[in-house]
């Protein structure tokens, strides 16, 4: 069997001489037998048919089907001629554009190949790798909406999971993240073990906040795939933004054993390992990940909890400035800050830090908490009581996220999954 | 080290395989037991023909699930239950889907009467539908220490004739290796070689006797320059085809890659093209090299600078064939004029440092050194050797961040594992130092240097029964290696 790798030159000589749209029959001669003539391969008479018939006044349909037969002889300059001549007999012959578009794709003149491609389009729906590859000159050239339609119009008509997936990763990239996942979920109808669909379905989910959609996709991919680094790494991403620390370092242990000294992995094993308030071990892979990525405000607000945990002040205070004074500090960091200067008995600027911190991040119990000390230091009971409050009712939160990804993966801290 | 890998490899060629597969088996109701297996493997090829590969890729894995679920029932059938829940573990990773080859596994391991794992998989089965009936009767039965009996898991190929039964393990390891080919092929074909070779070696492990799965292995492992573990499958197609002289160059080349000269100078040795292409030419003359033949490759060299004209790496490995015969001065006078043509060849400066080193010259050793870094940050024998260096020239905190990355980079490298556990014991870090001199030891166990290090350091800590023992072990290595000098 012959496989398309995406070869464009493949791609014409494998093109169907009957399109793949149905479309009523035009009028003029009979040329079944002559198709059947070229599908066994035999060129030269065929075009010699072709050529009779042509003779005889011909029509577009047999000026069109000679330019494929030409094609098939790699005489591409007559058969372009032919096509042209198909379609100024024809214009609104899309088989006839389609077959010079694809004349033009193979010798690689993108441009007179978007062109045909765009005049066909308006014509009528193209076939499936048409549709296809003028989606992509499409984005290419910055116009989503037109590349949407087409990718729609192929999905649609060939249920075709690529374009699905080409339909998701432009969703994405225009920040449509339902529209995005809609599209990832009619291909994992179609495809469900897909390595391919998976994984975008699970990066889909976690851009989305959505952790738990994610885990189910990566409990897949985890499975199928062990010794993908990335998936473990995505595994332990989706753990933590559940808030299930604890799960997390394992799959982000995993990751740095499979492909070691990756900032994200490192990064993602130090913030677990700090979440566990295991800070000693929690400093190792930070530094690591900060030597690789010096400016990363997310490992420098990490390092700044583990070193705050381990009563290393300075530093933390040190790290967490470095936080915040980059781009989009995390909510780490000024709670970290708020930690220091608690101790630091600054209690105003502890304040203003765990306000920023709560700000940020409203989910965190953490910054709550610390708020309700610090306003029980500065002689403000109602506060204090109004954070606690907040604090008890973050946690249960908290509690409750953790308990739903856990009834999913099994995991509890006794013991891993079975 | 020289870019060995360079010639063109043949990416697997389109291995895909296709066709009917033989007899069909069929019940006594006439349904075909493989006939979703056969389904899905169309539906793949089907994929595959429009261009749809992510759906061809879910079919194959789907193909897989029934396959290894049919593997799963025959070995059953046959009472070799083992085997039957390595074939449902199997299916149990194929695919999205795991209730069916879950549910069979936990019925595997109940009949081998091993009630916790078939325990811990039905909880998971349970947690995932806490509605089926059946997996909470079983669950139950499992957490009792209740084994399960054939009676209770009746294989529906049991009422095959045995012939049948034969008939349709063959089918079914056909379609099974045919599918894993498929999909390495998809792997490789998208430059995913690691993941295709990993796809080939359950080909493999279901045929080891197909040639053209070896090869396909050995090309995949190739490719993603895992050359070590290449020269096996290459070795054993190549035995089924010796004619193939490009399958001969790949192993040659896996094997020079894998500094395996001997063997790989004596596959190029014969080889028709070798005179005419420089590549080989090359290789040919390296492997000498690097097996101890300079003698032999300066002829190979001169006929390669004659036919094809000057060159940056014949140069370097001149140089260095001179090196090995001991001629310093005339291994400087190539690396240098190698150095003229191309001053970002690898290996001269390396080579040129290491001259220096043993030559005592330990400035213009670190100097060339460090260009040699320069342009091959990670050559960890470089780091290596410009650590030494440091060490001698009473730098020894300047080495520890080169051993460090080099043991980063390669952590089984003895040679770095010693110095730096020499150097931390210097600078009084015995327990730092015991971490990299035991396992400097276990890497290089005949290296009386290392013993030597190490008694030391068993010894700082108070260790003395160690320490004497290693000790012991030096001495006798002396000893050893005095008798055995010329």
Known sequence: MSLRWAGLGLLLLGAPLVAQTARPPSPGPDLGPITALVEKGDLTTAEERLRRILAQGGGAVARDLLGVVLVRQNRLEEAEKEFRQAIAADPASLDARQHLARLCLSQKRDADAAAELRRAARQGPLDRDLGLELARIERADGHPVAAEQQLRSVADRFRSVRALLELARLQSAQKQSASALESLRRARAIAPSSEEVLRASAEASLAAGAALPALRHLEALVRMYPTVARYRYLEGTALLLAGDAAAAVSPLKEAERLEPGQALTLKALGRALAGRQLYAEAKEPLLRALSLAPDDTETLSALAEAEEGLGELAGAEAHALRALAGAGPPAAASLVLGMVRMKQERYAEARDALLAASAADPASAKAHYQLGLVYARMNDPLRAQEHVAQYRLRKEEAERRVAEVRALTGFSEGGMRP | ?486
């Open chain 2, 1 to 486: 080290m020289f870019e060995r890998s360079r010639r063109p490899h043949a990416v697997v060629a389109a291995l895909l395989l296709s066709g009917a597969l033989p007899s069909r088996a069929f019940s006594e109701n006439g349904v075909d037991p493989a006939a979703a297996l056969d389904r899905a493997v169309a539906a793949a090829e089907k994929g595959l023909r429009e261009g749809e590969l992510e759906e061809a890729e879910s079919e194959y894995r789907a193909a897989l699930l029934e396959g290894w679920l049919l593997m799963g029932a025959l070995e059953t059938a046959a009472g070799r239950l083992p085997e039957a829940r390595d074939a449902f573990r199997a299916a149990s990773t194929s695919a999205v889907e795991t209730g069916r080859p879950l549910r069979a596994l936990a019925l595997a391991d109940l009949r081998l009467g091993q009630t916790a794992p078939a325990v811990a998989v039905l909880t998971q089965l349970a947690r995932k539908d806490p509605h089926d009936a059946q997996v909470r009767r079983l669950l139950a039965r499992a957490q009792a220490g209740e084994p399960s009996g054939p009676a209770d898991n009746p294989s529906p190929l049991a009422a095959l004739a045995p012939a049948a039964k034969l008939d349709l393990e063959h089918r079914v390891k056909a379609e099974l290796v045919r599918v894993y080919m498929n999909l390495g092929v998809m792997h490789t074909q998208g430059q995913r070689f690691s993941r295709g070779a990993e796809l080939f070696e359950r080909a493999a492990a279901i045929d080891p006797g197909s040639p053209q799965v070896q090869y396909a292995l050995g090309v995949a492992r190739f490719n993603a320059r895992h050359f070590a573990e290449a020269t096996g499958p290459l070795a054993r197609a190549l035995a089924a085809h010796p004619e193939d002289a490009g399958l001969r160059r790949m192993l040659a080349m896996a094997w020079l890659n894998s500094e395996a000269f001997d063997k790989a100078a004596e596959l190029l040795r014969d080889d028709p093209e070798r005179e005419a292409d420089a590549s080989l030419q090359f290789a040919y003359g390296l492997a000498l090299v690097r097996s101890d033949r300079a003698r032999e490759a300066q002829p190979v060299f001169a006929r390669l600078l004659a036919r094809h004209g000057d060159s940056a790496e014949v140069r370097v490995v001149l140089g260095q064939a001179n090196a090995q015969q001991g001629d310093f001065e005339a291994a400087i006078r190539e690396l240098t004029q190698a150095l003229r043509l191309d001053p970002r060849v690898a290996e001269a400066n390396a080579t040129l440092g290491v001259i220096y080193l043993k030559q005592g010259r330990l400035a213009e050793a670190e100097e060339a050194l460090r260009r040699e870094l320069t342009t091959r940050p990670d050559d960890v024998k470089s780091q290596n050797a410009l650590a030494t260096v440091l060490d001698l020239l009473g730098r020894p905190e300047e080495a520890v961040p080169l051993l460090r990355d080099a043991l980063e980079s390669k952590p089984d490298f003895a040679d770095a594992r010693y110095l730096l556990g020499k150097i931390l014991l210097a600078q009084g870090k015995a327990s730092a130092a015991l971490e990299h001199l035991e396992a400097a030891v276990r890497l290089a166990p005949e290296d009386a240097n290392i013993h030597y290090q190490l008694a030391r350091a068993y010894q700082t800590l108070g260790r003395t029964d160690e320490a004497q023992q290693e000790f012991e072990v030096f001495r006798q290595l002396k000893e050893k290696r005095r008798k055995s000098a010329p």
